[in-house]
Structure formats: C-alpha cells, structure tokens
C-alpha cells in the first residue's frame, strides 16, 4: 500500500512545497476571497432593508459569494499551475516515469484542496467574525461547501488545463466554463425563474448546487437532506472531472 501511495505523496509534497515558495499565489488564494468579501460588504453595507424580505442583501448574496470566490479562484490558480508544468516540460518529464495520471492529478488536487480549505476557512472568519455576515445555519456548513466547491474549481482547472496549450489559453477558459456558471447558479435570479431551457442548462452546471447549498445553510439552522444531495452532486463532478482529466493527459506537451 505505502509503495502504491509513495507517487502520489510525492506530487502531493512536490506541489505544496512550489506553493509554500510563492508567496504571490499564496496570498492570491488566501487573502483575495477575504478582500473581495469585504469590498462587497461596503457594497452593501447602507443598502436599505425590504421589510417583505427581512434578510439583508450582504447577507443573500454575501453566503452565495463564498462558495463562487473559491471555486473562481482555485480554477483559474490551478488551470495556470498545470499549464505551466506542460510548457517547461516538467509534465513530459513526469509521464516518462512510473507515475501514474491520476496519482499526478490526485496529488495536484490534494494539494490545492488543502489550499483551498485554508482559502475558505480565511474567507469564511472574515465573513461570519468581521463582517456580520448572518446564517441560519451553522459556519462550519459554509467552511464545508466552500472547501468542496473550491475542491470543484480544482478539478475543472485540471480538466480544462489539458485543452490548453499556452497559460494565456488557459486563461481563456474562465469566461466558457466559469462566467456562464455564475450568471446561472442562482445569484442573480433564482434558477427557478429562469427560462426553461436556461435553467436546464443550470441543472448541469455543479456551482448551481453549490450556491444550492449554500442558500439552504442560509435559511435552515441544521443540515437538511437537500444541502447533502446538492454536495454529492458537486462531489460527483469533482470526481468525474477528475477521472476525464486524467483521460485526456498528453504525454507529449508538443
């Protein structure tokens, strides 16, 4: 067993240590999701309170924000990450080993999930500590969603790495598999009342169970059997995501 899991704990090392040593992705994980909650609560901060929806507006949105910032931000980190292992040869050079896809993929999304439950975690004391932010249910829900949301952007940034022969195409990426996710997922107008065929299109799209999950933590003070179904299905995508990444790995980065 230890022979079996020794290259996967080894690209696990690998990964964080290259992490650890920049401190600018670092800070981009940690630090930006608290920044940008904190921009929205000044947003939202004078925002005059309906008395038919007695729940503030930082409130409704602020919950669904901390499940989207990780997801957004652990796509785009990882995406770059996988694509710049690809263009310095480092990729290749691995694949020429005994090492198998997904030991390399499961390491590289172990290590930046633990960085991804660091993010959320961060995230998640400024909102609830600092900010007020108000929630039914429990923040350590929310810890839990936003960790497997972000595990989520982890496993999309791999996937759609492999599609991608430059870092700028990489990039390229977040306005085809994000942007349409965020208009969908609910935070603008509940999936509900959105045309038919776009809330079909919204069915499929694992951010739209997130922020599902997310609104339930909202308004319930315990788990309900809706958040854990919304949580499997994001940990389904996850995991097929995942399974398709190391599908479509190239050996060769030509």
């Known amino acids: 067993m230890n022979t079996l899991l020794r290259p996967y704990l080894a690209t696990t090392d690998r990964i964080l240590r290259q992490l650890r040593n920049d401190h ?8 930006v999701p608290a920044l940008l909650m904190t921009l929205l609560y000044f947003i939202y901060k004078d925002t005059p309170v309906n008395p038919l929806h007695p729940v503030r507006l ?3 949105v602020g919950i669904s924000m901390l499940g989207i910032l990780p997801f957004i931000v652990m796509f785009l980190i990882t995406a770059i990450a996988m694509q710049r292992e690809r263009s310095s040869g480092t990729l290749e050079r691995l694949l020429t080993t005994p090492l198998r896809k997904l030991d390399l993929l499961g390491g590289y999304g172990t290590a930046f999930s633990l960085a991804a439950a660091a993010q959320a975690g961060v995230a998640c004391l400024v909102a609830f500590g600092l900010l007020g932010l108000k929630a039914a249910g429990s923040p ?4 839990l969603i936003a960790v497997i949301d972000a595990v989520c952007g982890v496993a999309l940034g791999l996937l759609a790495s492999a599609f991608a022969r430059t870092e700028f195409q990489a990039v390229q990426f977040m306005p085809v598999v994000v942007a349409p996710q965020i208009f969908l997922c609910g935070l603008l107008v509940p999936r509900g009342q959105l045309p038919g065929w776009l809330e079909a299109i919204s069915n499929v799209m694992p951010l739209s169970y997130a922020v599902d999950a997310l609104q339930q933590v909202s308004t319930h003070p315990g788990a ?6 919304d949580l499997l299905v994001v940990v389904g995508f996850s995991v097929v995501a995942l399974c398709l990444g190391a599908a479509t790995l190239r050996r060769r980065t030509a």
């Open 140 to 143: 350590g829900w929310v810890v």
């Open 24 to 31: 600018r992705t670092v800070a981009m994980i940690i630090v």
């Open 58 to 60: 930082f409130d409704r």
């Open 224 to 229: 309900t059997g809706a958040m854990w179904r």
